[in-house]
């Protein structure tokens, strides 16, 4: 048997992956693995050997410069060496305590004021080196160099591999192949008038980076013009434990302890309002001296709270959790674009698995960076995503994992950091309890930007396993939707219904309610199976409905159709007709189609009126007795109020949890080992709302779903109850003790009746 390490040749930096470690694995996380590894060009890029990656000396030079400065690709970086040679400023205080053996002078033109002269241009244009073009942004060599952060050191590690003792230190970064990437993300973005979007995983350090820029800029881009905001969500994201701004503090006081630039504040304020200013009042009160500052701002559910704010950088703290990201970023992007000119920089972060977030914005701006003038790089971080499309940046948990990079250059171990991520996920998915973990988990420790975006709160479906279906299908999508029938259903001249394609029309498969073209159409997995006789037996297909009333409006008409006897959805319609009588009419044709019946959010009365109109009433289920049973409904009487469901937060939330229950559940299928019931869905929209489902947005596909589970349970209770009681005598009151010793018993042989 070939040895496994003679099939990925790799860079020295990697583990190498021979039997002894593939023996050492899950069977389950050694083949992630090696799917992660085949499927994920970017970190197959990572990983390749020195020949391939090459070096800065193999890099062709960038033509926007002329100081010999290589184009960093970073889609595909090449191999870092001697990173020490941009932190030499950072070693020296390291070591001496401060950043030059200089006599402090006052005169702008000794050399103590040159060598100052020159880190200020170093912290404006970054440095290059000289030997092969390699260079570092200007932030980056700030961060580097003049922003040491709070780090936990082990005091050492005992013997029997328990957690040790540890304590926060203030250090510099050390060098990672991560922050070159990103601040050479954030230089390219300025470069070309773009904006920023990154997307990462938790523990890179983002807020320290961030809350240097503020600092470096007040000093590179003086005056009252230049002011910098930081915006959040919520207050507790500026000036909290999790804030950033006593970040920004601890920097601007460093800056005023260890070199000779302006230090003074004209305004420092850390209550209810954040912001410094450097500068000072003469005599006559009147402000000078740098004057450029820096703001904290917290948005809360008011995207407009920024509005009219101007200045060389807009930063969005923890972008997930804003509500109305679009909006706020559409609305600030008039303070620093004018026409065809950027004359400021806005860039939003988010962190995976963030508390309480929800990442439609912030998905948005990564996967559509061209809508929102973000900056747009090859999309080489999700699976069998081979650079097609764009997105922005992306720091996954494998980048620079600790104890899995090399200290020295800051090159990552990808190896070594995704058999720990992997193992890390397997024993949360097998020991937890909680469905939502190994979601938290995958989030939190992200492989991919689809892991960083799953919402990790308020939501029953599984929505970890959701995704890796969706990402499998993606990859075979083509051959996927060619077993889909799509079209029409029309009537004959016998008033017959006749299945008709019709590739005129598109069926809704994503999410995305921005689609031009939101009409729809039917969608069938499987045709109705007929019986010996030709006909669809009564009973076999139940459908459920989220129905409209008006014509107008956001929501869409959404119809599923499930088969009993295997237990799968195998027909869909969702959208919105000109009409709403329209889909009602739809509807109505798929029913007869699998004479099915359904159920339906009866909230609505629309589509009750336009079955009644039809004389098709039977067509739409009487209240499901389960609900009675559970009293989760009070409907009595007759018309409207004795067919469907009466939807409320009650039956909603228990509509939700059959459909993730049903998805959970195992197809106990020798033909497909470890293979659940959500492995046999086709609508890829209903898988994509499942997976966003969150409690303020308008899940349609889901709300369909959740009558249609609803009916289902109801089938499911009565079928098991006659099943169950199937061999019982049949009660009735010739067995009734009470009747048959107060009534004579009627005679069967003479006809006598009983005397009342």
């Known amino acids: ?62 033509t926007d410069y002329n100081d010999g400065r ?31 053996h200089l006599t402090p002078n006052p005169n702008p033109k000794s050399e103590y004021g040159l060598f100052w002269k020159q880190e200020l241009k170093r912290w404006k244009y970054g440095l290059v080196r000289p030997s092969d073009g390699e260079w570092i942004p200007g932030e980056l060599y700030f961060y580097w160099n003049y922003s040491p952060i709070w780090l936990v050191e082990q005091a050492g590690t005992q013997s029997d591999g328990a957690k040790s003792q540890g304590e926060r230190v203030r250090k510099f970064a050390k060098p990672w192949l991560g922050d070159y990437l990103f601040h050479h993300y954030v230089e390219q973005c300025k470069r070309r008038g773009k904006h920023g979007k990154m997307l990462k995983c938790r523990g890179v350090g983002a807020s320290f980076k ?59 304020r850390a209550g209810s309002t954040l912001e410094i200013q450097l500068g000072f009042k003469d005599e006559y009160g009147v402000r000078k001296g740098n ?71 912030s998905e948005k701006l990564f996967y559509s960076p061209g809508a929102y003038n973000v900056y747009g790089i090859p999309n080489v971080f999700d699976k069998n995503a081979n650079g097609d499309t764009l997105c922005g940046f992306f720091w996954g948990a494998y980048m620079n994992r600790k104890n899995c990079y090399d200290e020295e250059i800051g090159e990552p171990d990808v190896i070594k950091a995704l058999i720990e991520i992997l193992l890390d996920r397997h024993l949360v998915k097998y020991s937890s309890t909680d469905p939502s973990a190994i979601t938290q988990k995958k989030a939190e420790e992200c492989i ?24 499998s299908i993606m990859v075979r999508k083509e051959s996927f939707l060619a077993e889909h029938y799509v079209g029409e259903l029309v009537r004959t001249g016998d008033g017959k219904l006749k299945w008709r394609l019709n590739n005129d029309k598109f069926p809704l498969r994503s999410y995305d309610k921005d689609n031009a073209n939101r009409e729809g159409c039917l969608e069938i997995f499987e045709m109705p199976a007929e019986n010996a006789n030709g006909e669809i037996a009564h009973g076999r297909y139940i459908a459920g409905i989220d129905p409209i009333d008006a014509d107008s409006g956001t929501s869409l008409f959404s119809i599923q159709v499930m088969d009993l006897f295997t237990d799968r959805i195998v027909a869909e319609f969702s959208g919105r007709p000109r009409l709403a009588e329209e889909a009602y009419e739809i509807s109505l044709r798929l029913l007869e189609f699998y004479n099915a019946v359904a159920n339906y959010e009866k909230n609505l009365k629309g589509l009750f ?10 067509r739409l289920c009487d209240t499901p007795q389960i609900l009675k049973d559970m009293q989760m409904t009070k409907d ?14 009650e039956v909603n939330k228990w509509g939700r949890k059959l459909q993730a229950d049903w998805m959970n559940t195992s197809l106990e299928d020798e033909e497909n080992p470890g293979k659940l019931k959500l492995h046999t869905l086709r ?7 499942c997976i966003k489902w969150n409690s303020d947005g308008n899940f349609d596909r889901v709300s369909a779903g959740g009558m249609l589970f609803i009916l289902r349970e109801d089938r499911y209770k009565r079928t098991q109850s006659a099943i169950a009681n199937k061999d019982k005598q049949v009660e009735t009151l010739a067995n009734d003790k009470f009747f048959n010793r107060n009534f004579n018993k009627p005679n069967a042989m003479n006809g006598t009746q009983i005397h009342y």
């Open 1 to 62: 048997m070939e040895r496994i390490e003679t099939l990925y040749k790799m860079n020295k930096f990697q583990t190498r992956l021979t039997e002894e470690v593939k023996n050492s694995l899950p069977r389950e996380v050694y083949l992630e693995l090696i799917d992660i590894l085949s499927s994920i060009t970017f970190i197959k890029n990572l990983i390749a050997t020195e020949d391939i990656r090459g070096y800065a000396k193999d890099v062709k030079k960038s």
């Open 70 to 100: 290589i184009e960093v690709d970073l889609a595909n970086p090449h191999i870092l060496e001697d990173m020490d040679f941009f932190r030499e400023k950072a070693l020296f205080f390291e070591k001496h305590g401060k950043y030059t």
């Open 210 to 268: 961030a809350a240097s820029w503020s600092p470096r800029n007040i000093y590179v881009h003086p005056g009252s013009g230049n002011p910098n905001f930081h915006l959040a969500s919520d207050k507790g994201f500026l000036s909290g434990d999790k804030g950033i701004w006593g970040k920004i503090v601890d920097c601007l006081d460093w800056i005023a302890e260890t070199t000779p630039l302006e230090r003074m504040r004209v305004v420092d």
């Open 291 to 361: 004057l450029a500052s820096v703001h904290g701002i917290s948005l809360k559910d008011n995207p407009d709270k920024a509005r009219g704010i101007r200045g060389p950088l807009i930063h969005y703290e923890e972008d997930g959790l804003f509500n109305n990201l679009e909006k706020a970023w559409n609305v600030n992007r008039k303070a620093v674009e004018d026409g065809n000119t950027t004359f400021g920089f806005m860039i939003a972060m988010g962190t995976g698995g963030v508390e309480g977030g929800s990442f439609e914005g």
């Open 448 to 471: 991919t930007p689809q892991d960083a975006i799953m919402r990790t709160e308020g939501t029953v479906f599984p929505v970890s396993d959701l995704k890796d279906y969706l990402e």
């Open 609 to 618: 009126s336009y079955f009644d109109k039809k004389n098709a009433l039977f």
């Open 636 to 649: 009595m009487g007759y018309g409207n109020t004795s067919k469907g469901t009466m939807a409320n937060a």
């Open 683 to 689: 609508g890829l929209a209903y898988i994509e709302e």
